[in-house]
């Protein structure tokens, strides 16, 4: 059964907008650094930004879509297969190996794939092609939402608002990193890897706890209350409705350094070392919250390495670990609903009590 | 003659504010829109249609009528012309036939929560992305909204607040001899349009080409930095959520001078600023609200803890001009009014709005199933593809195309709408606080769950002659934190009044299609006091009481209604008044005089599984 290679100049953005810049957006580091690592990182496992409306979630995570650095894929395969990973590959492309051997590659882009409001189940993963069944009486899958973020980021905005069936085919996915289509006389398996980023207000609804411990990091964003800050997001917002050209091109040196950075992290990421006795303290770290399982760990070791490489480092250090312990572990702590103090909080306390040993003065100005 | 002749805009008489504000939206098309919050019969229409006159837009006024569909809204598969064509045909949604137009909705407050997030959605990016039904494309939706809306049934939905730029008060009553005039000009008009626009043609003409010229101009209009700031003061003052609000008033200043004539910002367009697009999201008004505060002194205690940790920022500002303009911008308008309306934001703001942001509607589960049960819907699209692979091979012996008993796919809906517990909570006597304790902690219990079976919660308090909603349905945890901690107790025991609350809240999840509701009682003693008479305590006439009582019972019983009471008398006496209570209600009666939380939730539940079980989908 063959894909039906559709169009996929829509993957993101609105055709032929611009794209508000990255480097352009002011304040909420938070959110900017959770992105960043989910970009240097996939494994991660994505982000999930919650806030007020008009705070900017969705312009973020549409600007971080165009800081990804390019990636090698089998030429004309739709789910942008990778070359050097044959066993994650479709049938297609695992078919044509064993045939002709090296399959020729190209270098693409990530996709990055909105999940619109009101998207049908068929649309995400996938269904038959209706008109080729219709015309040439053939049964012809095609791929939905979840083949075309294979390798890249899935952006879900008001994520929990979204509709429970279609969260469980989200789950499955992330979960075996495959879609399974049964359904409409198809019967279709596909590798599906993709990081999910998902927005939301956290005044209208809970998102389910299995849902919610699949983002890897989680954060908060607020309304900005700095006057400064604010004069600046008006004027930068509106510089760039009037001449988004110019603007663009201003923000390009600054833009570009930044992809560089995320290359390179990118490129250093397996190399850096987080030592035994670190990772030792991040068990204590979530032992002391009680946090189940070990997906927290996991989450700050990884997105602490991230950090290190991304600041060009070879080695994480505990001021990497303090920097994404929040963002990794505040949607994994078990608490009372009702509970009035922010998790953010607990974990920051948390923190505190693990903290190693004052620095000697010494290795203080070692380190300086 | 082809076209239809409007009112003209010039011959108006009224609405300024409005009138303002959309010759500010033709001038700068970035402000997204105007709600205009009217009563019944104040010219909405009329001036919506009369702005595409002079607005330089296209002249296609769309107007969206409330009940409007998602399927309308966005588009979706035309099965006729695909079954005829033999490929797929797409028929556009009202979003995509909006691209570079004007929508006006009427009611608009009135709108689908899911549709209300679409058109927001729209507004936002300026396209609409579609991933239906076959189907995946993005569309150009880059279109002005006019909303009207009766303040009386309501706000617009947050989301819809957020992406239009300005929001236009009630305003002042005409005055008679305005409204003579009014009369007047409707019924020549209404003699002969043709005439009438010809007359106002001039007028119409010269309104036109300031426009147009405010237009061109707008681009070179300076604003100073300081200028921004203010507004961005403003808002910081007014406890507005999010950053949009003070772009939108930027560029509502600017609009403003350009109308005008002016190359530059002056205190009076950031004035109108204020009034158009600030004002009418303010959360908290400071010193003017202080004013209004005296007047209710059981309330003043509570909103001084709240001003305490006020940031420097907004204690710098009550001393500053921008004070001034807020104060100013808030005579422009009718106060009462703008007390109502923030009344019931600040409450959105505190507790979150009230169900119209709920998921609920926008779950239409639309997987497919071969199976078909009692009114069953088909499912269209799924069928075509049931059958398309079939159709080249029965074309032999049939028609164009063949669908077959076989590929009949049907609808299944997933049971999206749970239970509503509506928590009445008795707050007389001296135990209220540990009952308000206990149903915090039971309502918590049941939101940790809310996402499983789409329950959601609502808390009525009831005590001395009244019952207060505390918490408006919600599944939002995040809602439920922010209910208010303390709370008086002390006086009579209106139940009747609690219950006739609790039958309004159900009546209304009704019609949000959340069929299932449960009122939890908790309550140690006897109604008794009336809830006919506001302000009058009749203690004396239990009969009466009684009466009432049993009449909403049976109301409660032929609207299906489930309802437990909860006992929490310390004392176990068999003949207790909340055992009557719950006979009289038709309701379970449970004794639990010091359960907490976990043994009430585990009670209620267990009556809650056999309305999921009875529930038939």
């Given at each position: 059964m063959k894909a039906k290679e559709t169009s996929r100049k829509n993957s993101s953005g609105q055709p032929g907008r611009a794209v508000y810049p990255f480097t352009a957006i002011v304040a909420q580091e938070e959110m900017k650094l959770a992105l960043i690592l989910s970009v240097i990182d996939p494994l991660i496992g994505g982000v999930i930004i919650m806030g007020h409306r008009g705070t900017g979630k969705s312009t973020a995570v549409r600007a971080m879509a165009d800081l990804l650095p390019p990636i090698v894929k089998v030429k004309g395969c739709f789910y942008g297969c990778d070359p050097a990973r044959p066993n994650e590959a479709c049938e297609d492309c695992a078919a044509r190996q064993e045939q002709e051997g090296r399959l020729p590659s190209e270098?693409?882009?990530?996709?990055?794939?909105?999940?619109?409001?009101?998207?049908?189940?068929?649309?995400?993963?996938?269904?038959?092609?209706?008109?080729?069944?219709?015309?040439?009486?053939?049964?012809?899958?095609?791929?939905?939402?979840?083949?075309?973020?294979n390798r890249g980021f899935l952006y879900i905005d008001e994520v929990n608002l979204l509709e429970d069936h279609l969260v469980d085919l989200l789950l499955d996915a992330a979960a075996s990193g495959r879609n399974v289509v049964e359904r409409e006389s198809i019967s279709v398996s596909h590798p599906a890897r993709f990081v999910l980023i998902g927005s939301g207000n956290p005044e209208e609804g809970e998102l389910r706890p299995q849902l919610l411990d699949r983002f890897g990091l989680h954060t908060q964003i607020e309304t900005i209350t700095d006057l400064d800050q604010r004069v600046e997001i008006v004027e930068r917002r509106e510089a760039f409705e009037r001449d988004p050209k110019a603007f663009l091109n201003d923000a390009k040196p600054e833009q570009n350094r930044l992809r560089h950075r995320l290359s390179r992290a990118k490129k250093v990421l397996d190399r850096v070392e987080l030592d035994r006795g670190l990772l030792r303290r991040i068990a204590e770290l979530c032992l002391a919250l009680e946090i189940d399982g070990h997906r927290g760990e996991l989450t700050i070791a990884r997105a602490a390495r991230a950090l290190a490489a991304f600041e060009g480092r070879s080695g994480v250090r505990f001021s990497d670990v303090k920097r994404v312990a929040v963002m990794s572990l505040r949607h994994r702590l078990r608490r009372d609903p009702l509970e009035r103090i922010d998790s953010g909080a607990l974990v920051e306390q948390a923190l505190e009590e693990i903290a190693p040993a004052v620095i000697s003065p010494q290795r203080f100005a070692a380190i300086k | 003659m082809g076209k239809t002749v409007e009112f003209p805009f010039t011959a108006i008489i009224g609405c300024e504010a409005a009138k303002r504000a959309l010759l500010l939206l033709a001038i700068d098309p970035g402000l997204k829109g105007v709600l205009i919050g009217a009563g019944p019969g104040s010219a909405k229409s009329t001036l919506a249609r009369a702005f595409a006159t002079v607005s330089s837009e296209s002249d296609a006024l769309m107007t969206v009528p409330a009940n409007i569909t998602t399927d309308n809204l966005i588009g979706g598969l035309d099965v006729e012309?695909?079954?005829?064509?033999?490929?797929?045909?797409?028929?556009?949604?009202?979003?995509?036939?909006?691209?570079?137009?004007?929508?006006?909705?009427?009611?608009?407050?009135?709108?689908?929560?899911?549709?209300?997030?679409?058109?927001?959605?729209?507004?936002?990016?300026?396209?609409?992305?579609?991933?239906?039904?076959?189907?995946?494309?993005?569309?150009?939706?880059?279109?002005?909204?006019?909303?009207?809306?009766?303040?009386?049934?309501?706000?617009?939905?947050?989301?819809?607040?957020?992406?239009?730029?300005?929001?236009?008060?009630?305003?002042?009553?005409?005055?008679?001899?305005?409204?003579?005039?009014?009369?007047?000009?409707?019924?020549?008009?209404?003699?002969?349009?043709?005439?009438?626009?010809?007359?106002?043609?001039?007028?119409?003409?010269?309104?036109?080409?300031k426009v147009a010229h405010a237009r061109t101009a707008l681009p070179n209009v300076e604003m100073t930095r300081e200028q921004i700031k203010t507004l961005a003061r403003a808002a910081v003052a007014l406890g507005i959520v999010g950053n949009l609000a003070d772009l939108f008033a930027v560029k509502a200043a600017r609009a403003s001078?350009?109308?005008?004539?002016?190359?530059?910002?002056?205190?009076?367009?950031?004035?109108?600023?204020?009034?158009?697009?600030?004002?009418?999201?303010?959360?908290?008004?400071?010193?003017?609200?202080?004013?209004?505060?005296?007047?209710?002194?059981?309330?003043?205690?509570?909103?001084?803890?709240?001003?305490?940790?006020?940031?420097?920022?907004?204690?710098?500002?009550?001393?500053?001009?921008?004070?001034?303009?807020?104060?100013?911008?808030?005579?422009?308008?009718?106060?009462?009014?703008?007390?109502?309306?923030?009344?019931?934001?600040?409450?959105?703001?505190?507790?979150?709005?009230?169900?119209?942001?709920?998921?609920?509607?926008?779950?239409?589960?639309?997987?497919?199933?071969?199976?078909?049960?009692?009114?069953?819907?088909?499912?269209?699209?799924?069928?075509?593809?049931?059958?398309?692979?079939?159709?080249?091979?029965?074309?032999?012996?049939?028609?164009?195309?063949?669908?077959?008993?076989?590929?009949?796919?049907?609808?299944?809906?997933?049971?999206s709408s749970g239970i509503l517990f509506i928590f009445a909570v008795d707050a007389s006597g001296s135990m209220a606080v540990n009952r308000m304790a206990q149903a915090k902690g039971t309502l918590g219990r049941v939101l940790q769950k809310a996402y499983l079976y789409r329950d959601k919660v609502a808390l009525i308090s009831f005590r001395g002659d009244k019952a207060d909603l505390l918490l408006p349905p919600t599944r939002s945890i995040e809602r439920a934190k922010s209910l208010i901690d303390s709370l008086p107790a002390g006086g009579g025991t209106p139940v009747a009044a609690a219950l006739v609350r609790a039958l309004e809240l159900a009546k209304h999840a009704r019609i949000r299609k959340m069929s299932q509701v449960m009122i939890v009682l908790l309550t140690d003693g006897r109604a008794n006091v009336r809830s006919r008479l506001p302000g009058h305590v009749d203690r004396m006439n239990q009969d009466e009481i009684n009466e009432e009582l049993k009449k909403i019972g049976r109301t409660m019983r032929s609207e299906a209604i489930e309802s437990v009471v909860i006992d929490t008398k310390s004392k176990f006496v068999s003949s207790g008044e909340a055992r009557n209570l719950a006979e009289m209600l038709g309701g379970k009666y449970l004794y639990l005089p010091r359960a907490g939380a976990t043994g009430i939730h585990e009670a209620i539940e267990s009556v809650a599984s056999t309305l999921r079980e009875n529930h038939v989908v």
């Open positions: 270098r693409g882009v990530v996709p990055v794939v909105d999940l619109p409001l009101g998207a049908t189940e068929d649309r995400v993963c996938g269904t038959l092609d209706i008109e080729r069944a219709l015309v040439e009486g053939r049964v012809v899958f095609e791929p939905g939402l979840l083949a075309r973020a | 012309r695909t079954l005829a064509a033999g490929e797929r045909v797409y028929s556009p949604g009202l979003l995509t036939r909006a691209d570079g137009g004007v929508l006006f909705v009427e009611d608009i407050n009135s709108l689908e929560a899911g549709v209300a997030a679409f058109i927001a959605s729209a507004l936002g990016l300026g396209s609409v992305k579609i991933e239906r039904e076959g189907f995946s494309s993005c569309f150009p939706s880059r279109f002005l909204i006019i909303g009207a809306y009766d303040p009386a049934d309501g706000l617009p939905s947050s989301a819809l607040i957020n992406r239009v730029g300005m929001i236009v008060e009630p305003s002042r009553m005409n005055s008679a001899d305005e409204r003579a005039e009014i009369i007047s000009r409707s019924i020549q008009f209404r003699n002969d349009p043709q005439g009438f626009a010809h007359a106002h043609a001039k007028a119409e003409r010269d309104l036109k080409a001078a350009a109308l005008i004539g002016r190359d530059r910002v002056e205190e009076e367009d950031l004035l109108l600023a204020i009034q158009l697009v600030l004002i009418p999201r303010a959360v908290e008004l400071p010193q003017l609200e202080r004013r209004a505060e005296s007047i209710t002194p059981d309330q003043s205690s509570r909103n001084n803890s709240d001003a305490l940790p006020e940031s420097d920022e907004r204690a710098a500002c009550r001393i500053s001009p921008v004070e001034d303009l807020i104060i100013k911008a808030v005579d422009a308008s009718a106060p009462e009014i703008l007390f109502e309306r923030m009344r019931a934001l600040k409450l959105e703001a505190k507790l979150g709005k009230r169900g119209a942001l709920m998921p609920a509607d926008r779950g239409r589960a639309v997987t497919s199933q071969i199976k078909a049960s009692r009114q069953s819907k088909v499912a269209l699209f799924p069928t075509l593809c049931a059958a398309a692979p079939f159709q080249a091979m029965r074309r032999k012996r049939h028609g164009p195309i063949t669908i077959k008993k076989s590929d009949i796919r049907y609808k299944r809906f997933k049971s």
